[in-house]
T-cell receptor, first 116, second 115 residues
Framework: KNEVEQSPQNLTAQEGEFITINCSYS?????LHWLQQHPGGGIVSLFM???GKKKHGRLIATINIQEKHSSLHITASHPRDSAVYIC??????????????????FGQGTILTVHP | EPEVTQTPSHQVTQMGQEVILRCVPI?????FYWYRQILGQKVEFLVS????????KSEIFDDQFSVERPDGSNFTLKIRSTKLEDSAMYFC?????????????FGDGTRLSIL
């Protein structure tokens, strides 16, 4: 079982629709990222969450630590939102030398296509 | 807004050759990372670096790989003897403070093609 699983894997929407992308994880985490990867490959950080909810413009991210689940919502979707959305989790793992810093574990991502 | 910059954007190298990928993290950041993404696959963690030493590395990061912060601004990833399967997009990232959960800032990546 993958440590981070996203659903759906592919999502197609019409412009203006409300979109939800889900992320579940099986490991203990200290925080979760939502990233957007554009068709050209560049990665943009959208949110960093350790609890509750964050909002930025048309984007809303929530996390439930007890249920090990996070959602990314996009309101009034637009074709420029078309991208791959990824939710790597930020775990803290001990190694022989002590605590490690910031290893991100990635899921496969959700490919979002918004049609005009 | 400050950015993480990576050079070159595309590197083509013969199999068996050494390659160095360069990154300039954001200037006040203290934690540095390399990730790779093989075409069509998910992003994978390679290594994290803090206080001039490797903090954690994945099983991918074998003896062929090394990282260095040769001066106050650059952070490099070296692959000693490249293999065909090293062809991927390599992303550098940095963050200012892990313990306050600051987001990682990513560079645009270097596409490495091994011939």
């Amino acid at each position: 079982k993958n440590e981070v699983e996203q659903s759906p894997q592919n999502l197609t929407a019409q412009e203006g629709e409300f979109i939800t992308i889900n992320c579940s994880y099986s490991v203990g985490i200290s925080a979760l990222h939502w990233l957007q990867q554009h068709p050209g490959g560049g990665i943009v950080s959208l949110f960093m969450l350790s609890s509750g909810k964050k909002k930025h413009g048309r984007l809303i991210a929530t996390i439930n630590i007890q249920e090990k689940h996070s959602s990314l919502h996009i309101t009034a979707s637009h074709p420029r939102d078309s991208a791959v959305y990824i939710c790597p989790v930020w775990g803290v793992a001990s190694n022989a030398g002590g605590t490690s810093y910031g290893k991100l574990t990635f899921g496969q991502g959700t490919i979002l296509t918004v049609h005009p | 807004e400050p950015e993480v910059t990576q050079t070159p954007s595309h590197q083509v190298t013969q199999m068996g050759q050494e390659v160095i990928l360069r990154c300039v993290p954001i200037s006040n950041h203290l934690y540095f990372y390399w990730y790779r993404q093989i075409l069509g696959q998910k992003v994978e963690f390679l290594v994290s670096f803090y206080n001039n030493e490797i903090s954690e590395k994945s099983e991918i990061f074998d003896d062929q790989f090394s990282v260095e912060r040769p001066d106050g601004s650059n952070f490099t990833l070296k692959i000693r003897s490249t293999k065909l399967e090293d062809s991927a997009m390599y992303f550098c990232a940095s963050t200012t403070d892990f313990f306050s959960n600051q987001p990682q800032h990513f560079g645009d990546g270097t596409r490495l093609s091994i011939l």
